[in-house]
């Protein structure tokens, strides 16, 4: 991939990254705040390894990303849980109904 | 380099970013869904052609397969009538999306400045070694030297083995603190011994702490979504 | 990266050789039309095993309950049926339901039988007749299969029908489950060949059928818990609870009609062959026919006619091989009754996996139990491949110079046990 470099790589993690943040921000639901969650992580990754691709950083980006996607996994997992605790005690998955202890 | 994989990479990157802005932009919470699984399944790609083979693998399998689907499996069983959609009013729309072209401007233009061709020594330095019974199979010819294969070197440093660096085989011992007297022959799978000497320790970290951390929060994890998701049994009142 | 569509060999023959009339091709386009040879062959296959199958199972499932299935259609044994129903189905109109989600709808056959066509990107027929000789190829291939319950999914959900629903709920969790004893199990002989990639795994056991890895005492098992997991993968009986006719109308295909319905058998037969040759590939030998008769070929005849003669005559066997568990499938299939979905979930939750994970931990005790026993000093001696015991492997593998680099390795860091952290 030597045509191509790690330029273009960046620029996909950038807007994976801008992407899963505007959408953490704009969504109300809960479940679409957890995937603009995995949006950033993914973008972080595609980062990591970019770089374990094209500079000194070897093998250690891939060790890296293999870490985030597991811990991804078990974040998804409990947030997941969570979600699904707060449907049931609100009947909606709207985050900006649980405001209950808003003074 | 052929042509082939430069025209993947355009395809897969277009639909890595255009699953990502329809993730963003639709109001369907299942569309959002399958949406997410095209970027995820794109962005393997993607890490397939940069020569991340077990990661693209991993991706696929923990990621599509394991989590995308637990995730649709919440969206089914809380999309239910007027869920589905939850909308955001059209200033929130307008205002968000301003706010992510400048921010997309800046994280763009921050990396574009930066030219990492000066920090790379030497080319995908992950990838390129065969080692232990891969070499021996790429001897043995029906397994092609092929870049990619970081399956064995991966392994080995969970284990807090780390050939890639402690056998000289790829990194230059310029840019580690290491001092390495063999010398590298780029291409050429060098596979010297580095000179074991009570003085000065040769061994490089691995991850074997970490992995074993990641194990026993997996496993906390585990019993910590099942608490949560539980059935609760209602009081008789 | 320079092999993303692996064709290596085709591609570097027509790149170095050229083809008539055309001269050389430059590196990009020998790829592209060794990649297409692939796709073409392995499309093939992917279609073939299907009809074949569909009219096994009717003649299968005819003959088990006393009946003569069909017998008009293409001479004596009714052989083009199969034919005959595609065409029939292909005609149908396609309908799409007025509650369906329209797109979703029509997309999602076609994730199910991608998902189980790129599974059969890493899985060799022969020796080194994979289209992708991956170094990851079992791994791989599992992430691929398991991508085929995101389109089940899809098809329930956009169905806009209750039964549909049911039956894709059913389906997944039943799929997520079943996945998990599945890999593991699939990981057995992985740990005894001590490699990812299918070719070498079949390779390490070639030789003769005492070289199996169903003879190893802990995979002996695990190929019993991996068949029953597969046959739950593939939503085969009695695991087919989403497509319980007696509750659930069809589960999830029951909006469906015409081509789109076809192309989800296509992709349940083509699933159960990938499922089966996998099985075949890592327990039973892949192409080795158990007598050594294909290594007496390759070891009188290294290169040339005979070692393609030899991989032909393995392909053969492996077809066969994988043909009878496809068989036991259809057979388990017509003589078992439906178990019910909680029965299902405890047999996976409460059996397979726990099972499972004592086979693995048996299986990766094992060697260094026979290391112990047999005197050795170091617990990780022999390079990973090597540990298999293989009396009459064909390939002498050359040694590369600097053999042993894993005992030097395992023996410096052994020899300096605050290596680890520096």
């Not at chain 2, 990157?13 to 993730?23: E, F, K, M, N, Q």
């Not at chain 3, 048996?362 to 293989?390: C, D, F, H, N």
Request: one cysteine or more; charged letters at 15%.
């Amino acid at each position: 991939m030597q045509a191509i470099g790690p330029n273009p790589f960046l620029f996909i993690g950038a807007v994976l990254f801008v992407c899963g943040v505007i959408c953490m921000t704009t969504k109300r639901n809960g479940i679409g705040v957890l995937m603009g969650v995995e949006l950033v992580l993914n973008g972080a990754n595609l980062n990591f390894i970019t770089f374990s691709r094209f500079t000194p950083l070897g093998l250690d980006g891939q060790v890296f990303s293999l870490f985030v996607i597991v811990l991804a996994a078990a974040e998804a997992a409990v947030a997941l849980a969570i979600a699904l605790n707060f449907y049931n005690n609100h009947l909606t998955i709207d985050v900006d109904r649980g405001d209950e202890l808003h003074g | 380099m052929s042509s082939a994989e430069i025209i993947l990479f355009w395809l897969f990157a277009a639909l890595t970013c255009g699953g990502a802005i329809s993730v963003c932009v639709s109001q369907n919470v299942v569309r959002m869904a399958f949406s997410l699984v095209l970027t995820l399944g794109s962005t393997a790609v993607l890490f397939l052609l940069l020569g991340a083979d077990f990661v693209g693998a991993t991706q696929l399998l923990v990621y599509v397969g394991g989590t995308l689907v637990l995730i649709v499996f919440g969206v089914m069983l809380t999309a239910t009538g007027p869920f589905t959609r939850i909308k955001s009013s059209a200033a929130d729309g307008i205002l968000s999306g301003l706010i992510g072209v400048i921010f997309l401007f800046i994280v763009a233009s921050t990396v574009t400045s930066v030219r990492w061709m000066d920090t790379d020594k030497e080319q995908g330095v992950a990838s390129k070694v065969a080692f232990g019974t891969h070499a021996k199979a790429v001897e043995g010819g029906f397994n092609p030297a092929q870049q990619g294969n970081t399956t064995r070197q991966l392994g080995l440093s969970f284990l807090s083995l780390r050939p890639d660096r402690d056998l000289n085989l790829s990194i230059p011992s310029a840019s580690r603190k290491v001092p390495n007297t063999a010398p590298v022959v780029p291409g050429s799978p060098v596979m010297e011994m580095p000179e074991a000497s009570a003085s000065e320790p040769k061994l490089s970290a691995g991850y074997l702490l970490p992995f074993e951390i990641v194990s026993v929060h997996l496993l906390v994890v585990l019993v910590g979504a099942a608490y949560l998701a539980r059935t609760k049994r209602r009081t008789k009142s | 990266m320079d092999t993303l569509l692996a064709a290596n060999s085709l591609a570097e023959y027509l790149h170095t050789n050229g083809v008539p009339f055309f001269g050389q091709l430059d590196e990009s386009t020998a790829m592209i039309v060794a990649a297409v040879v692939h796709v073409a062959l392995v499309g093939a296959w992917f279609g073939l095993p299907a009809g074949l199958f569909i009219w096994a199972e009717r003649k299968v499932s005819a003959r088990i309950q006393d009946r003569l299935g069909p017998t008009r259609c293409g001479g004596k044994f009714g052989w083009l049926q199969s034919l005959a129903d595609g065409i029939k189905l292909i005609q149908k109109e396609d309908l799409v339901p007025k509650d369906a989600d329209g797109l979703m709808f029509r997309l999602a056959p076609y994730i199910v039988v991608v998902a189980s066509f790129v599974g059969y990107i890493a899985l060799p027929f022969s020796d080194g007749w994979a289209a992708m000789t991956l170094d990851v190829g079992l791994f791989l291939t599992l992430a691929v299969l398991s991508l085929e319950v995101l389109g089940v999914i899809l098809a329930g959900y956009s169905s806009g029908s209750k039964w549909a629903l049911f039956g894709a709920m059913r389906e997944g969790a039943q799929m997520v489950s079943y996945e998990i004893p599945m890999a593991i199990c699939a990981l057995c002989p992985i740990i005894t060949a001590g490699t990812l990639n299918l070719n070498e795994v079949a390779l390490l056991q070639s030789g003769g059928a005492w070289n199996w890895n169903v003879l190893h005492p802990f995979n002996f098992f695990a190929f019993f818990v991996y068949f029953t997991c597969a046959t739950a993968s593939c939503k085969r009986a009695p695991f087919d609870l989403a497509e319980a006719e007696s509750e659930l109308v069809a589960g999830f295909l029951t909006e469906y009609s015409g081509f789109r319905w076809s192309l989800f058998f296509l992709a349940e037969y083509a699933s159960m062959f990938l499922v089966s040759g996998l099985a075949v590939v890592l327990f039973l030998g892949g192409w080795d026919d158990g007598l050594g008769i294909i290594t007496a070929i390759k070891t009188a005849f290294p290169d040339g006619l005979g070692n393609f003669i030899a991989n032909v005559i393995g392909l053969k066997v492996f077809l066969i091989k994988s043909s009878v568990l496809v068989c036991v499938q259809i057979w388990v299939r017509w003589t078992l009754p439906r178990l019910r979905i909680d029965q299902v979930m405890t047999t996976c939750l409460k059996y397979l996996i726990p099972i499972s994970c004592f086979l693995f931990a048996g299986t990766v005790a094992y060697p260094l139990v026979l290391a112990k026993m047999s005197g050795q000093t170091s617990i990780i001696g022999a390079p990973a491949g090597e540990r298999l015991v293989q009396p009459g492997v064909i390939r002498e593998i050359k040694r590369v110079k600097s053999t042993g680099i894993t005992p030097a390795a395992v023996k410096v860091s052994a020899a300096s046990p605050e290596g680890g952290q520096p």
